[in-house]
């Protein structure tokens, strides 16, 4: 649970809704911000998945490149496990 919490509070940097906030948004475009970060999470929470996976199970070994052509749910099990045993 501490990984994954750090590596959402690393993308705190990536924020739509940070850097519009520094901007001065006003309140009722606050939403807006914050479903672009939203979707943004759950859009890179496959690939957190499988790192966290790998650090505890294979702890020292890469993850492959991220496959474009896959869905959410076919990135983690490809990326974590399937081809845990190459690496």
């Given at each position: 649970m501490t990984q994954l919490g750090i590596?959402?509070?690393?993308?705190?940097?990536?924020?739509?809704?940070?850097?519009?906030?520094?901007?001065?948004?006003?309140?009722?475009?606050?939403?807006?911000?914050?479903?672009?970060?939203?979707?943004?999470?759950?859009?890179?929470?496959?690939?957190?998945?499988?790192?966290?996976?790998?650090?505890?199970?294979?702890?020292?070994?890469?993850?492959?490149?991220?496959?474009?052509?896959?869905?959410?749910?076919?990135?983690?099990?490809?990326s974590a496990i399937l081809l845990s045993e190459?690496?």
């Open positions: 590596g959402v509070a690393a993308l705190n940097r990536e924020s739509s809704f940070q850097a519009a906030y520094e901007r001065g948004i006003k309140k009722s475009e606050y939403w807006t911000h914050t479903l672009d970060d939203c979707l943004n999470l759950i859009a890179k929470l496959p690939a957190l998945a499988a790192r966290i996976y790998r650090n505890i199970y294979k702890p020292g070994s890469s993850l492959p490149p991220i496959d474009k052509n896959l869905d959410l749910v076919g990135k983690f099990p490809i190459h690496a």
